[in-house]
């Protein structure tokens, strides 16, 4: 399979895999500020939809590596280099990295409500972690993986159309701003890139003429 193909499966397998875990639970998450009574009650009545979201979640992490490795071989024969490409991949396994932390955190909260073993406080602590793991912290890698990804696409006309490439730049862009803190923000951005990105190129983006 090309490396292009790769991307491309690998893409739409985030994009599913992430969206659908986070539909599951996420839809009645918190907001910034909510009192620790609230975020108690929301880890014990969510806690079996939390622990299976997450897992899918986990799977989207572990399906985002792989297309970050296929990009980066795209990337690099774009560019002609792998000075943007690696950057591209550094982001991502950043991204990754923050992501995997704020799901395990979130996954403890949900285990300890399961048990009965939660308190106010721990799951306070344990939220507002997870939450600028999952935003702030994963929108800085996400927007570096977008910008780089924009900038070779741009400049080579390949991987990407450039209207597209604009757009992720973008996007790229808006994640290293304050902007990423909301806490949905970066996810959605994650979903949105990803599913934009395999569908291209599942398309045959690659072959579109500068």
Aim: glycine share 12%.
């Amino acid at each position: 399979m090309s490396a292009e193909r790769q991307a491309a499966v690998s893409g739409i397998a985030v994009a599913v895999l992430f969206g659908v875990g986070s539909a599951i639970w996420g839809l009645d998450m918190p907001e910034d500020g909510t009192p620790a009574a609230e975020v108690v009650d929301f880890y014990r009545d969510n806690d079996d939809r939390i622990v299976i979201g997450g897992s899918l979640s986990l799977l989207a992490i572990a399906a985002f590596l792989w297309f970050a490795a296929a990009m980066r071989r795209l990337l690099a024969d774009a560019e002609g280099g792998d000075v943007l490409a690696t950057t591209a991949f550094g982001g991502a396994v950043l991204s990754m990295a923050t992501g995997i932390g704020a799901e395990t955190i979130n996954l403890v909260a949900a285990l300890r409500a399961q048990d009965d073993e939660l308190s106010e406080e721990l799951a306070l602590s344990l939220f507002e972690t997870s939450q600028i793991l999952g935003s702030a912290a994963t929108g800085v890698g996400l927007g570096v993986f977008a910008v780089a990804t924009a900038v070779v696409a741009l400049r080579s006309g390949r991987v990407l159309p450039r209207a597209l490439a604009a757009f992720v730049g973008l996007l790229g862009v808006a994640l290293l701003t304050p902007l990423a803190h909301v806490n949905w923000v970066a996810g959605a951005a994650l979903v949105v890139i990803t599913l934009l990105i395999g569908v291209v190129l599942l398309r045959g983006g690659t072959t579109r003429s500068p």
